[in-house]
């Protein structure tokens, strides 16, 4: 059975920082495509950033400079470092994982954890 743990989220000022992690059992992280969405209350789900199975990352405009997408194959974790965070940032964050592809698709992502709340203040 395959499960996803996110943990890490909070409530921070604007400018602070926080780190959210994704703990995986069931599945390896290192031969699938793992990814963090958001979801703010009435908008639609947003990729904020991922990571293919060959290591390269892909990151949301309005978080690029400011999250950093990390993965350790030994611990089986997904990290989110998240810097000079902003009240739009504010959301329930999600981790989720799909195969990947040798070419680095990532087609689709079946696992998906239960999300942990992020709220920025000004």
């Known amino acids: 059975q395959v499960q996803l743990v996110e943990s890490g989220g909070g409530s921070v000022q604007s400018g602070g920082s926080l780190r959210l992690s994704c703990a995986a059992s069931?599945?390896?992280?290192?031969?699938?495509?793992v990814a963090w969405f958001r979801q703010a209350p009435g908008k639609e789900r947003e990729t904020v950033s991922s990571?293919?199975?060959?290591?390269?990352?892909n990151y949301a405009d309005s978080v690029k400079g400011r999250f950093t997408i990390s993965r350790d194959n030994v611990k089986n974790t997904l990290y989110l470092q998240m810097s000079s965070l902003k009240p739009e940032d504010t959301a329930m964050y999600y981790c989720?994982?799909?195969?990947?592809?040798?070419?680095?698709?990532?087609?689709?992502?079946?696992?998906w954890g239960q999300g942990t709340q992020v709220t920025v203040s000004s």
């Open positions: 989720a994982a799909g195969r990947g592809s040798i070419s680095g698709a990532c087609p689709d992502y079946n696992y």
């Open positions: 069931g599945i390896t992280y290192g031969s699938y495509c």
């Open positions: 990571v293919n199975i060959l290591g390269r990352t």
